[in-house]
């Protein structure tokens, strides 16, 4: 038999909880309708906080890809606005020697276009709209531009500026692009034609899906009017899309707003589906990237969440439900049961942070020759005292600093020339801070007749030393409080990072391997499209965690302690060559190898080092029918300067704080291979050996990466 307690919190005795069978009833009735409302409620407010963040993370990640996007087009459209303006310069230099020089405009052109990957043609038409210069124009041929809307709005419109035209089907190329123009001036002022520019849908095209948006999210390029640039992904129909206006309110009405940039949800789209889409004008220009995330999609989570929860609750509804027909039926036969029930029951219910300069002359036998009146100001005392009193000048002089004028008197006796800082008491008994400079005084005849003194005020400045030094030993302080924090933040940083990192792969392994069950278990049930997709999953998961081991080797890097000896530089760099070449047998490959000198340092960290700088020469020689690298070094100091240099496509030196960072590319996604760690596994291991890296590049004419590195054992932390 259970025997009755009070509870710690003075609820009743349970012997005290039995009540009859209606009352009973009522109180359980209420308990499970309290609960499961509670449970109800908890779990409603819940799912809606958890759709708001969906909805809210969903339009960040739209909003941060479409100004992702509307930069990267901005800089497209402000490099191609560069080559035009250049080129319309070059045509009225020619028009203003007397006339147009066709081949070298043609090459002019050329040149400007190949720099311009993203255009596949530059060239210029007359005032009657025919196409005359650039490549691929037979100027007998008279192709026209006349009747096209870049041509057009140059022409009617004196001094419109850049002109972004609609998509066309260009005629020459039968290509389409967004034309881009600018007209230039004859000699006498009046239109002379326009230079315009091929930007390649393609190019468009590529750029917006270098993002991932879903599998039924779209990337859009309008204008004002909602003419469509570009999208992605590219409809089949793209000649029926192109330039055409498809309209879509919500965007209307944030363009006629005047607003740059935000977001709204529709299914006004190509294809009907409901997105969430993000707006961002590219800046300077009269385009919109819409970037807009499947609603399905993005939304996918939260309902696989909500039905699991619905689950639940309905499972703790069916459980409560039945919990208290148990406890009522057991209730009913033996009261120790119910007791027992009601303590169960109790469960349920438990729902429980500024000076003139003082000078004087003191003759060869001490006396006072000359007292400047800036004596008086300085010491409270008169020339006239000093004249009568030649000891004053040593009797003011600060008990504790009387030797320092005795030891500089002795000095003088030996020099023409001496200085020395010392206090005095004026006469109204304040002490302050004198700056003494003397010098031998000689005559006509070389008679040695006294010494010619300067005393200055310099109170103020041995104050403000002595607060410097002040400050400068608390800004130590800090600085060294500081470093120790920042440091022990990047340790922390670094091991999270490495973490991360790790936790990564479990996911990737998944995704890996359901794709793989797909392809051997159910490939016949699946179309070549669905194969396809299967394939480039199974691609992107093999170079994620490509990525993934890049990313660990970096933070590697920085963790591993340095064993530092001799490292014979030419020697690693042979055999590295020897591999490299070994692994692109169908290329030509030449090494110019000018006499490397040996380093101090880790070999292991200096092998990955000279990997990464070599296989990035192989790599970017690609276009190149003979690759030649060079790799030389010459010993400044305590250190080796060391260069790889290589003949491949280059780069421009605008992108060159780009280089070393994580992730960074300074060419177009997709021309090269490559996660973006290589160099900055360089920029990190050279920092570690105390050295620094720079890169200096030309496109289209090579690169060169110079390093410097400890060229003999010196003090290391291996920490570092």
């Known amino acids: 038999m259970v025997t009755p307690t009070i509870s710690a919190k003075g609820r009743p005795r349970l012997a005290d909880r039995a009540i009859s069978s209606a009352a009973f009833v009522k109180w359980m009735q209420a308990g499970f309708a309290l609960i499961n409302l509670l449970v109800f409620g908890v779990v409603a407010a819940s799912l809606y906080e958890s759709h708001a963040e969906s909805q809210q993370r969903a339009e960040l990640t739209a909003q941060n890809l479409s100004d992702l996007l509307a930069q990267g087009i901005a800089g497209d459209i402000d490099r191609i606005d560069l080559a035009l303006l250049s080129a319309v310069d070059e045509v009225q230099r020619q028009l203003a020697a007397g006339g147009i020089d066709g081949p070298a405009l043609n090459a002019f052109l050329a040149r400007q276009q190949g720099r311009l990957p993203e255009i596949f043609s530059l060239r210029t038409t007359d005032a009657d709209g025919i196409i005359t ?45 967004v034309p881009l123009s600018r007209a230039f001036d004859l000699p006498d002022g009046s239109f002379g034609g326009v230079v315009y520019a091929n930007l390649s849908l393609d190019h468009l095209a590529n750029t917006l899906a270098a993002i991932d948006v879903g599998r039924r999210g779209s990337t859009t390029l309008r204008d004002k009017d909602l003419r469509i640039f570009a999208l992605s992904p590219v409809p089949a129909n793209i000649d029926q899309v192109a330039g055409r206006k498809l309209a879509m309110p919500e965007l209307e009405a944030l363009i006629q707003a005047g607003r740059d940039a935000g977001s709204y949800i529709s299914a006004h789209t190509v294809d009907g589906v409901e997105r969430k889409f993000a707006v961002r004008r590219v800046a300077g220009f009269p385009l919109y990237v819409v970037v807009g995330r499947s609603t399905d999609e993005y939304m996918a989570q939260w309902r696989n969440q909500a039905t699991n929860t619905a689950a639940m609750v309905a499972l703790f509804f069916l459980t409560t439900l039945i919990s208290s027909w148990l406890i009522y039926r057991n209730w009913k036969h033996h009261q120790a049961a119910t007791l027992e029930l009601a303590r169960e029951e109790e469960k349920f219910h438990t729902v429980a942070d500024y000076t003139y300069d003082w000078e004087y002359w003191e003759g060869p036998g001490g006396e006072i020759l000359f007292m400047s009146p800036s004596c008086e100001r300085v010491t409270g005392y008169s020339p006239a005292e000093f004249l009568a009193q030649p000891d004053l000048l040593y009797r003011i002089i600060h008990p504790d600093d009387a030797h320092l004028m005795a030891g500089h008197r002795s000095d003088i006796a030996a020099q023409d020339e001496a200085g020395v800082d010392f206090r005095i008491v004026r006469r109204d008994g304040e002490v302050r801070w004198i700056g003494h400079g003397c010098r031998a005084v000689f005559g006509c005849d070389g008679k040695f007749m006294g010494r010619r003194a300067n005393n200055r005020d310099i109170t103020e400045r041995v104050q403000a030393e002595a607060t410097v030094r002040q400050l400068n030993a608390e800004l130590e302080q800090r600085v060294a409080r500081r470093t120790a924090e920042l440091e022990a933040a990047n340790k922390e940083l670094e091991d999270f990072s490495y973490s991360i990192s790790h936790d990564l792969r479990t996911p990737l392994r998944a995704i890996a391997g359901f794709a793989r069950i797909l392809v051997d278990e159910h490939a016949a049930t699946l179309d070549s499209e669905g194969l396809r997709l299967l394939d480039v999953v199974q691609v992107n998961t093999v170079r994620m965690g490509r990525l993934i081991d890049e990313l660990l080797e970096f933070l590697r890097l920085g963790r591993r302690p340095m064993n530092f000896g001799p490292v014979d530089v030419a020697q690693l760099v042979l055999e590295i060559f020897r591999e490299l070449r070994a692994s692109v047998p169908d290329r030509e490959l030449q090494l110019v190898l000018k006499n490397p000198p040996p380093l101090w340092g880790d070999r292991t960290m200096i092998r990955r080092l000279l990997t990464n700088l070599l296989s990035n020469a192989v790599k970017f020689t690609q276009p190149r029918p003979q690759a030649v690298i060079e790799v030389g070094g010459k010993i400044e100091g305590d250190q080796v300067l060391y260069y790889v240099k290589d003949n491949g496509v280059g780069f421009d030196m605008q992108y060159v704080d780009k280089l070393f960072q994580v992730f960074e590319r300074v060419h177009p996604v997709g021309q090269f291979e490559g996660s973006g760690t290589g160099l900055a596994m360089v920029r990190r291991i050279v920092g570690r050996h105390g050295g620094r890296v720079w890169a200096e590049g030309r496109g289209d004419v090579g690169a060169t990466i110079s390093f410097t590195l400890p060229a003999r054992e010196v003090a290391n932390d291996s920490t570092q």
Do not use: C, K, M, Y
């Open 133 to 177: 210069h650039g490549t691929g124009v037979n100027p007998t041929a008279r192709h026209g531009n006349a009747d096209r809307e870049h041509f057009v709005r140059q022409r009617d419109n004196p001094g419109t500026g850049l002109v972004i035209a609609s998509p066309a089907l260009t005629r020459l190329d039968q290509r389409w692009a």
